[in-house]
């Protein structure tokens, strides 16, 4: 149990494109979905927190214009990269919580993006 | 702020115990986490302690936590070739905060 996937699990795009990275929770709902970014060999940077139903709060920092979270449903939460520059390729993990709890949290296997 | 430390570091031999050590600031922490992360993969909860216990062990896991000096431990008995990967230690009052993270090198 407590499965989170992530789509695509990598992508290359061309600047100034947008991409959309999809966090699925598979077998619990979950309220409370994270995104965090990882640069090769660092710690990961929080980016945000998203609720259910309604907006996302930002790490400071972090471009809530660039960088666009909707968490519409208890399942799905989604991550868009707008505009993006080559210095947004990271790895980017999302992680949920499920429903309930309020200490436990499971993280998807990553998004790689490359921005050429 | 919120700072959580760990050696960056340590090699051991297959059949070894393995500790890995990690240090927080944040002594209003409740619960204090494992995380294991393979090569390019996300990361996988290992085990976690809440704030008022001293140990748990889970198979060949052992988490020893400190709060009065807040330094958090995890042992791993038997370590095999497997076990080679980073380990995030994390402290969470509602978000976590992970540490750099500890790369764990098993040799055969």
């Known amino acids: 149990g407590a499965v989170v996937s992530q789509h695509p699990s990598w992508v290359i795009c061309k600047s100034g494109t947008s991409v959309k990275i999809e966090c699925r929770s598979l077998d619990f709902q979950a309220t409370t979905m994270f995104w965090y970014r990882q640069f090769p060999k660092q710690s990961l940077m929080l980016m945000a927190t998203s609720n259910e139903g309604s907006k996302a709060t930002y790490e400071q920092g972090v471009e809530k214009d660039k960088f666009l979270i909707n968490h519409a449903s208890l399942t799905l939460s989604t991550l868009t990269v707008t505009s993006a520059h080559p210095e947004d390729s990271s790895f980017y993990i999302c992680?949920?919580?499920?429903?309930?709890?309020?200490?436990?949290?499971?993280f998807g296997p990553g998004t790689r993006l490359t921005v050429t | 702020g919120e700072d959580v430390e760990q050696s960056l570091f340590l090699s051991v031999r297959e059949g070894d115990s393995s500790v890995i050590n990690c240090t927080y600031t944040?002594?209003?922490?409740?619960?204090l986490y494992w995380y294991k992360q393979e090569p390019g993969a996300g990361l996988q909860l290992l085990t976690y302690?809440?704030?008022?216990?001293d140990m748990k062990q889970d198979q060949r896991l052992t988490v020893l936590l400190n709060k009065k000096d807040k330094h958090l431990s995890l042992r791993i008995a038997d370590t095999q070739t497997g076990d080679s990967a980073i380990y995030f230690c994390?402290?969470?009052?509602?978000?976590?905060?992970f540490g750099k993270g500890t790369m764990l090198l098993v040799s055969p």
């Open positions: 302690i809440f704030s008022n216990m």
């Open positions: 944040d002594s209003s922490s409740t619960y």
């Open positions: 992680s949920a919580r499920p429903q309930g709890t309020g200490y436990e949290q499971y």
């Open positions: 994390a402290e969470s009052m509602s978000t976590l905060t």
